[in-house]
Protein backbone atom coordinates (compact mmCIF):
# COMPACT_ATOMS: atom_id res chain seq x y z
CA UNK A 1 0.00 0.00 0.00
CA UNK A 2 1.36 3.61 -0.96
CA UNK A 3 0.55 7.02 1.02
CA UNK A 4 1.43 8.85 -2.10
CA UNK A 5 -1.58 10.09 -4.10
CA UNK A 6 0.54 11.64 -7.05
CA UNK A 7 3.35 13.59 -8.38
CA UNK A 8 3.01 16.76 -7.35
CA UNK A 9 5.79 18.93 -8.50
CA UNK A 10 8.80 18.99 -10.84
CA UNK A 11 11.84 21.74 -9.24
CA UNK A 12 14.46 21.91 -11.70
CA UNK A 13 17.64 24.24 -11.91
CA UNK A 14 18.26 25.51 -15.69
CA UNK A 15 20.81 27.81 -17.15
CA UNK A 16 19.37 28.85 -19.96
CA UNK A 17 15.61 30.52 -18.53
CA UNK A 18 14.84 32.32 -21.57
CA UNK A 19 15.18 29.43 -23.84
CA UNK A 20 13.11 27.68 -21.51
CA UNK A 21 10.05 29.92 -21.39
CA UNK A 22 10.15 30.18 -25.30
CA UNK A 23 9.24 26.30 -24.61
CA UNK A 24 7.18 26.10 -21.91
CA UNK A 25 4.79 29.04 -22.46
CA UNK A 26 4.89 29.94 -26.04
CA UNK A 27 5.27 26.56 -27.68
CA UNK A 28 3.88 23.88 -25.06
CA UNK A 29 1.07 26.53 -23.65
CA UNK A 30 1.98 26.35 -19.94
CA UNK A 31 0.41 29.12 -17.82
CA UNK A 32 2.70 31.62 -15.54
CA UNK A 33 2.27 31.61 -12.27
CA UNK A 34 4.16 33.15 -10.07
CA UNK A 35 6.69 32.61 -7.45
CA UNK A 36 9.35 33.93 -4.62
CA UNK A 37 12.27 33.64 -7.07
CA UNK A 38 11.65 37.14 -9.38
CA UNK A 39 13.70 35.66 -11.95
CA UNK A 40 12.49 31.94 -12.15
CA UNK A 41 10.22 30.56 -13.76
CA UNK A 42 6.71 29.01 -12.21
CA UNK A 43 4.68 26.85 -14.54
CA UNK A 44 0.79 26.27 -14.18
CA UNK A 45 -1.12 23.16 -15.29
CA UNK A 46 -4.20 23.62 -12.89
CA UNK A 47 -5.21 25.80 -9.78
CA UNK A 48 -1.90 24.58 -7.98
CA UNK A 49 0.55 27.80 -7.39
CA UNK A 50 3.12 25.83 -10.02
CA UNK A 51 3.98 22.11 -11.10
CA UNK A 52 7.02 22.85 -13.04
CA UNK A 53 9.50 25.56 -11.29
CA UNK A 54 12.77 26.37 -13.66
CA UNK A 55 14.95 28.37 -11.30
CA UNK A 56 18.25 29.72 -12.59
CA UNK A 57 21.59 28.61 -11.98
CA UNK A 58 24.62 27.41 -13.34
CA UNK A 59 24.05 23.64 -13.88
CA UNK A 60 20.89 22.24 -15.84
CA UNK A 61 19.80 19.45 -12.86
CA UNK A 62 16.66 18.81 -11.30
CA UNK A 63 16.65 19.74 -7.80
CA UNK A 64 13.93 17.31 -6.57
CA UNK A 65 10.78 15.79 -7.14
CA UNK A 66 7.49 16.47 -5.59
CA UNK A 67 4.92 13.56 -4.61
CA UNK A 68 1.78 14.64 -2.94
CA UNK A 69 0.23 12.87 0.34
CA UNK A 70 -3.09 13.54 1.62
CA UNK A 71 -2.70 14.74 4.90
CA UNK A 72 -0.20 15.01 7.50
CA UNK A 73 -0.90 12.07 9.11
CA UNK A 74 0.33 10.32 5.56
CA UNK A 75 3.14 12.48 5.96
CA UNK A 76 4.28 11.16 8.73
CA UNK A 77 4.14 7.58 8.05
CA UNK A 78 5.71 8.60 4.91
CA UNK A 79 8.76 9.52 6.77
CA UNK A 80 8.44 6.53 9.36
CA UNK A 81 8.69 4.16 6.32
CA UNK A 82 12.04 6.08 4.75
CA UNK A 83 13.57 5.91 8.53
CA UNK A 84 12.82 2.44 8.92
CA UNK A 85 14.73 1.94 5.69
CA UNK A 86 17.85 3.11 6.79
CA UNK A 87 17.63 6.78 4.54
CA UNK A 88 17.64 10.28 6.31
CA UNK A 89 14.63 12.13 6.60
CA UNK A 90 14.52 15.85 6.98
CA UNK A 91 11.91 18.45 7.12
CA UNK A 92 11.55 20.89 5.08
CA UNK A 93 11.71 25.12 6.97
CA UNK A 94 8.75 26.69 6.94
CA UNK A 95 10.47 29.00 4.33
CA UNK A 96 11.31 26.24 2.36
CA UNK A 97 7.59 24.79 2.20
CA UNK A 98 6.18 28.23 1.00
CA UNK A 99 8.85 28.73 -1.62
CA UNK A 100 7.34 25.12 -2.76
CA UNK A 101 3.79 26.38 -2.36
CA UNK A 102 3.18 23.37 0.16
CA UNK A 103 2.15 23.41 4.22
CA UNK A 104 4.46 20.69 4.82
CA UNK A 105 7.54 18.92 3.58
CA UNK A 106 9.91 16.04 4.09
CA UNK A 107 13.02 15.31 1.77
CA UNK A 108 15.27 12.35 1.67
CA UNK A 109 17.45 10.68 -1.77
CA UNK A 110 16.52 7.50 -3.40
CA UNK A 111 19.22 5.32 -3.82
CA UNK A 112 20.11 6.82 -7.07
CA UNK A 113 20.77 10.29 -5.52
CA UNK A 114 17.77 11.90 -6.92
CA UNK A 115 16.68 14.35 -4.17
CA UNK A 116 12.94 12.96 -3.23
CA UNK A 117 10.34 15.64 -1.56
CA UNK A 118 6.82 14.29 0.11
CA UNK A 119 4.25 17.24 0.70
CA UNK A 120 0.57 17.92 1.99
CA UNK A 121 -1.67 20.65 1.95
CA UNK A 122 -0.14 22.63 -1.47
CA UNK A 123 -1.50 25.96 -1.75
CA UNK A 124 -4.33 26.68 -4.63
CA UNK A 125 -3.97 29.60 -6.71
CA UNK A 126 -7.67 30.09 -7.83
CA UNK A 127 -7.11 32.56 -10.58
CA UNK A 128 -8.04 31.71 -14.35
CA UNK A 129 -5.55 29.14 -15.80
CA UNK A 130 -4.81 30.62 -19.24
CA UNK A 131 -3.03 28.70 -21.65
CA UNK A 132 -1.45 29.10 -24.88
CA UNK A 133 -4.07 26.57 -26.79
CA UNK A 134 -7.06 26.81 -24.70
CA UNK A 135 -6.21 22.84 -23.12
CA UNK A 136 -6.80 21.73 -19.80
CA UNK A 137 -4.03 19.75 -18.73
CA UNK A 138 -4.53 16.00 -17.16
CA UNK A 139 -3.69 16.51 -13.59
CA UNK A 140 -6.14 16.15 -10.49
CA UNK A 141 -6.24 12.35 -8.72
CA UNK A 142 -3.54 11.04 -11.55
CA UNK A 143 -1.24 13.67 -10.73
CA UNK A 144 1.02 16.27 -12.59
CA UNK A 145 2.04 13.02 -14.91
CA UNK A 146 4.90 11.18 -15.17
CA UNK A 147 8.75 11.21 -14.72
CA UNK A 148 11.41 8.52 -15.88
CA UNK A 149 14.42 8.55 -13.89
CA UNK A 150 18.25 7.43 -14.74
CA UNK A 151 19.64 5.24 -12.23
CA UNK A 152 22.69 2.98 -12.26
CA UNK A 153 21.45 0.70 -9.56
CA UNK A 154 17.92 0.05 -10.73
CA UNK A 155 17.05 -3.19 -8.77
CA UNK A 156 18.02 -1.48 -5.29
CA UNK A 157 16.44 1.67 -6.46
CA UNK A 158 13.03 0.10 -7.92
CA UNK A 159 13.36 -1.81 -4.84
CA UNK A 160 12.85 1.29 -2.99
CA UNK A 161 10.22 2.61 -4.49
CA UNK A 162 8.08 -0.57 -4.54
CA UNK A 163 8.77 -1.69 -0.94
CA UNK A 164 9.50 1.57 1.02
CA UNK A 165 6.91 4.37 -0.89
CA UNK A 166 4.47 1.59 -1.68
CA UNK A 167 4.85 1.97 -5.96
CA UNK A 168 2.97 -0.79 -7.62
CA UNK A 169 4.97 -2.41 -10.61
CA UNK A 170 2.83 -1.70 -13.73
CA UNK A 171 5.22 -3.39 -16.67
CA UNK A 172 8.69 -3.46 -17.95
CA UNK A 173 10.99 -2.95 -20.98
CA UNK A 174 13.82 -4.79 -21.62
CA UNK A 175 16.98 -2.39 -22.66
CA UNK A 176 20.77 -3.39 -23.88
CA UNK A 177 22.62 -5.08 -21.36
CA UNK A 178 19.45 -7.36 -20.40
CA UNK A 179 17.94 -4.87 -18.15
CA UNK A 180 15.04 -3.31 -18.29
CA UNK A 181 13.12 -0.21 -17.46
CA UNK A 182 10.24 -0.50 -14.81
CA UNK A 183 7.55 1.52 -15.03
CA UNK A 184 5.69 1.93 -11.34
CA UNK A 185 2.29 3.74 -10.45
CA UNK A 186 0.52 4.95 -7.50
CA UNK A 187 -3.11 5.92 -8.88
CA UNK A 188 -4.80 5.12 -12.17
CA UNK A 189 -2.52 6.87 -14.54
CA UNK A 190 -0.27 3.57 -15.58
CA UNK A 191 2.41 4.98 -14.65
CA UNK A 192 3.75 7.88 -12.45
CA UNK A 193 7.71 6.87 -12.55
CA UNK A 194 9.70 4.58 -14.41
CA UNK A 195 13.50 3.90 -13.24
CA UNK A 196 15.75 3.80 -15.91
CA UNK A 197 19.29 1.91 -16.40
CA UNK A 198 21.67 4.68 -16.94
CA UNK A 199 25.63 4.74 -16.81
CA UNK A 200 25.91 7.24 -14.17
CA UNK A 201 23.81 9.43 -11.75
CA UNK A 202 25.39 12.70 -12.24
CA UNK A 203 23.46 16.09 -13.63
CA UNK A 204 20.72 16.49 -15.15
CA UNK A 205 19.47 13.65 -13.14
CA UNK A 206 16.39 13.02 -15.18
CA UNK A 207 15.15 11.35 -18.80
CA UNK A 208 11.71 12.78 -19.21
CA UNK A 209 8.78 14.86 -17.83
CA UNK A 210 5.24 13.85 -19.34
CA UNK A 211 2.24 15.66 -19.12
CA UNK A 212 -0.99 14.90 -20.52
CA UNK A 213 -3.59 17.45 -22.20
CA UNK A 214 -7.62 16.95 -23.10
CA UNK A 215 -6.68 17.53 -26.92
CA UNK A 216 -5.06 16.17 -29.77
CA UNK A 217 -5.48 19.26 -31.41
CA UNK A 218 -3.38 21.01 -28.65
CA UNK A 219 -0.77 18.34 -29.21
CA UNK A 220 -0.73 19.30 -32.82
CA UNK A 221 -0.64 22.84 -31.83
CA UNK A 222 1.99 22.71 -29.75
CA UNK A 223 4.56 19.92 -32.00
CA UNK A 224 3.81 22.72 -35.02
CA UNK A 225 5.24 25.14 -32.34
CA UNK A 226 7.66 23.62 -31.38
CA UNK A 227 9.14 22.31 -34.78
CA UNK A 228 8.45 26.30 -35.68
CA UNK A 229 10.92 27.75 -32.87
CA UNK A 230 13.62 24.68 -33.89
CA UNK A 231 13.56 22.92 -30.70
CA UNK A 232 15.01 19.51 -31.16
CA UNK A 233 12.37 17.00 -31.71
CA UNK A 234 13.72 13.34 -30.12
CA UNK A 235 10.58 11.49 -31.36
CA UNK A 236 8.44 12.26 -33.27
CA UNK A 237 4.50 11.71 -32.92
CA UNK A 238 3.03 8.20 -32.14
CA UNK A 239 1.17 5.75 -29.46
CA UNK A 240 2.93 4.16 -26.88
CA UNK A 241 2.33 0.23 -26.47
CA UNK A 242 1.68 0.40 -22.44
CA UNK A 243 -0.08 3.62 -21.61
CA UNK A 244 -1.63 4.02 -25.01
CA UNK A 245 -0.48 7.96 -24.91
CA UNK A 246 -0.23 9.60 -28.44
CA UNK A 247 2.34 12.02 -27.70
CA UNK A 248 5.46 13.51 -29.21
CA UNK A 249 8.81 14.42 -27.18
CA UNK A 250 10.59 17.73 -27.45
CA UNK A 251 14.76 18.37 -26.04
CA UNK A 252 14.54 19.97 -23.34
CA UNK A 253 17.13 22.47 -22.16
CA UNK A 254 19.85 20.84 -19.99
CA UNK A 255 20.02 17.27 -21.70
CA UNK A 256 16.00 15.35 -21.11
CA UNK A 257 12.87 15.69 -22.91
CA UNK A 258 9.39 16.30 -22.05
CA UNK A 259 6.71 14.09 -23.69
CA UNK A 260 3.43 16.10 -24.35
CA UNK A 261 0.87 13.76 -25.09
CA UNK A 262 -2.93 12.99 -24.75
CA UNK A 263 -4.91 10.40 -24.18
CA UNK A 264 -3.37 8.22 -21.91
CA UNK A 265 -4.97 5.07 -20.51
CA UNK A 266 -6.36 4.73 -16.90
CA UNK A 267 -5.32 1.77 -15.00
CA UNK A 268 -8.22 -0.73 -13.44
CA UNK A 269 -6.25 -2.13 -10.52
CA UNK A 270 -9.12 -5.47 -10.29
CA UNK A 271 -8.33 -6.58 -13.67
CA UNK A 272 -4.20 -5.20 -14.41
CA UNK A 273 -1.59 -7.30 -14.51
CA UNK A 274 2.19 -5.88 -15.39
CA UNK A 275 3.21 -7.12 -18.52
CA UNK A 276 6.72 -6.88 -20.40
CA UNK A 277 5.67 -4.69 -23.42
CA UNK A 278 8.62 -5.72 -26.16
CA UNK A 279 8.59 -2.17 -28.55
CA UNK A 280 7.50 0.82 -27.30
CA UNK A 281 4.82 2.27 -29.34
CA UNK A 282 2.29 0.69 -32.05
CA UNK A 283 3.60 3.20 -34.69
CA UNK A 284 5.11 6.68 -34.84
CA UNK A 285 7.54 7.82 -31.98
CA UNK A 286 10.60 7.76 -34.49
CA UNK A 287 13.82 8.22 -32.07
CA UNK A 288 16.36 8.03 -34.81
CA UNK A 289 17.06 11.79 -35.11
CA UNK A 290 17.32 12.01 -31.57
CA UNK A 291 20.51 14.12 -30.06
CA UNK A 292 22.13 11.49 -26.83
CA UNK A 293 20.36 12.29 -23.81
CA UNK A 294 22.25 13.32 -21.51
CA UNK A 295 21.48 10.88 -18.64
CA UNK A 296 22.78 8.20 -21.40
CA UNK A 297 26.17 10.14 -22.46
CA UNK A 298 29.13 8.21 -20.14
CA UNK A 299 30.93 10.74 -17.96
Known amino acids: MTHLRGLGYLRVQATDLPRWRELAIDSLGFAEGTGPDPDGLYLRMDERQARLIVLPGDTDRVQAVGWEVRDTADLAKVAADVEASGRGVKELAV ?113 HLMVEVDELDAVGRALDEVNKREFSISSTLGRHTNDKMISFYVRAPGGWDIEYGWDGMLVDESSYTAEEITADSYWGHDWSGSEPLAAFVPR
Open 95 to 207: EECAERGVERAISFEDPAGTVVEVFCGPVLDHSPVVTKWAQKFHTGAEGMGHVVLPTTSPAETTAFYTEVLGFLTRGSMKVPGDRRIQFLGINRRHHSLAVCPAPHDEAPGMV
